[in-house]
């Protein structure tokens, strides 16, 4: 089982004719997944990677059958693209593009009120499901299928504790990259609910960082209900300057979150496991899976 996507998800990818749309379609295609179909105006009727190109997303839903978007495209275009494939009801949109104005996702954000679109992105990694679906920039090459689901707003520490859980016996069943910009789509509560709902995810990693709120959100979730699954939390940046902005996470205090070490607190007193360092994070997951 997984979360979102799996071996049927169908999957477009808007802005497949660019350099970064070509290499990424073609690690997924390669990876396995099912990729069904390009869209760029203008290049409706051609074909791209063996696949067939549509002028928009709505011909390429009703042609292919598509559920899923990769969207990869520039940031100015990039709000557009997701209102399109919103617009079109896909299930998932993935978006892996970077600095997208921030004015323009709060035009996305009231697109996704009421759809039936489950957003991942923008600033993101995208999402793994192991031997089944990759949408978006993930490494494959240490995923292994298995019990743990992992979320994360780091694309690095992701790639870390992914091959350091495949080289420990812990295989994944879906891997999320929420995206690391304020605002975006799904968050870590909502990735939780998802995989508490999966009876094949054993237990749960949730990699978070300063900055932002999601943290707090998922240890209010937490804390409201017996979750019923083991959750290992990294909370990193515990010895960033207060005040100074650190990448991407934005950790300056006036745009609001919790310090590392609050956040940290906050998920000890709703249930979670607390990993220090990204290796404690396996040796966490072992001893509450009763493999230690």
Same mark, same amino acid.
């Given at each position: 089982?997984?979360?979102?996507?799996?071996?049927?998800?169908?999957?477009?990818?808007?802005?497949?004719?660019?350099?970064?749309?070509?290499?990424?379609?073609?690690?997924?295609?390669?990876?396995?997944?099912?990729?069904?179909?390009?869209?760029?105006?203008?290049?409706?009727?051609?074909?791209?990677?063996?696949?067939?190109?549509?002028?928009?997303?709505?011909?390429?839903?009703?042609?292919?059958?598509?559920?899923?978007?990769?969207?990869?495209?520039?940031?100015?275009?990039?709000?557009?693209?997701?209102?399109?494939?919103?617009?079109?009801?896909?299930?998932?949109?993935?978006?892996?593009?970077?600095?997208?104005?921030?004015?323009?996702?709060?035009?996305?954000?009231?697109?996704?009120?009421?759809?039936?679109?489950?957003?991942?992105?923008?600033?993101?990694?995208?999402?793994?499901?192991?031997?089944?679906?990759?949408?978006?920039?993930?490494?494959?090459?240490?995923?292994?299928?298995?019990?743990?689901?992992?979320?994360?707003?780091?694309?690095?520490?992701?790639?870390?504790?992914?091959?350091?859980?495949?080289? +420990?016996?812990? =295989?994944? &069943?879906?891997?999320?990259? $929420?995206?690391?910009?304020?605002?975006? *789509?799904?968050?870590? !509560? @909502?990735?939780?609910?998802?995989?508490?709902?999966?009876?094949?995810?054993?237990?749960?990693?949730?990699?978070?960082?300063?900055?932002?709120?999601?943290?707090?959100?998922?240890?209010?979730?937490?804390?409201?209900?017996?979750?019923?699954?083991?959750?290992?939390?990294?909370?990193?940046?515990?010895?960033?300057?207060?005040?100074?902005?650190?990448?991407?996470?934005?950790?300056?205090? +006036?745009?609001? =979150?919790? &310090?590392?070490?609050?956040? $940290?607190?906050?998920?000890?007193?709703? *249930?979670?496991?607390? !990993? @220090?360092?990204?290796?404690?994070?396996?040796?966490?997951?072992?001893?509450?899976?009763?493999?230690?």
């Amino acid at each position: 089982m997984s979360i979102l996507v799996n071996k049927d998800t169908k999957v477009i990818v808007q802005g497949m004719t660019g350099r970064a749309g070509t290499f990424y379609a073609d690690q997924g295609m390669r990876y396995g997944t099912n990729y069904v179909g390009g869209v760029r105006p203008g290049r409706g009727g051609t074909s791209h990677l063996g696949l067939p190109m549509f002028h928009d997303v709505a011909s390429a839903k009703s042609e292919t059958g598509a559920n899923a978007s990769l969207v990869i495209v520039p940031a100015p275009n990039a709000a557009d693209a997701m209102i399109e494939a919103i617009e079109a009801e896909l299930d998932v949109v993935v978006c892996v593009t970077e600095r997208v104005p921030q004015h323009d996702m709060a035009r996305v954000k009231r697109a996704l009120n009421g759809s039936k679109t489950v957003l991942i992105g923008p600033n993101s990694q995208g999402i793994l499901t192991p031997e089944q679906c990759k949408i978006g920039v993930m490494p494959t090459k240490e995923a292994k299928a298995g019990g743990v689901g992992i979320v994360s707003r780091s694309a690095s520490l992701t790639s870390e504790i992914l091959a350091n859980c495949s080289a +420990a016996g812990l =295989g994944q &069943s879906t891997t999320v990259g $929420i995206g690391g910009d304020a605002l975006h *789509g799904i968050g870590f !509560a @909502d990735c939780l609910k998802l995989f508490r709902e999966d009876d094949d995810t054993e237990a749960v990693v949730l990699i978070g960082e300063i900055g932002g709120r999601e943290e707090e959100e998922a240890a209010d979730y937490l804390a409201s209900e017996s979750y019923g699954k083991p959750v290992v939390s990294l909370v990193v940046g515990r010895h960033a300057p207060e005040g100074r902005r650190m990448g991407h996470a934005g950790t300056l205090s +006036a745009v609001g =979150g919790l &310090s590392a070490a609050d956040k $940290i607190a906050r998920l000890r007193s709703a *249930g979670s496991r607390i !990993a @220090d360092t990204p290796p404690d994070v396996v040796t966490e997951v072992l001893a509450a899976t009763g493999r230690a």
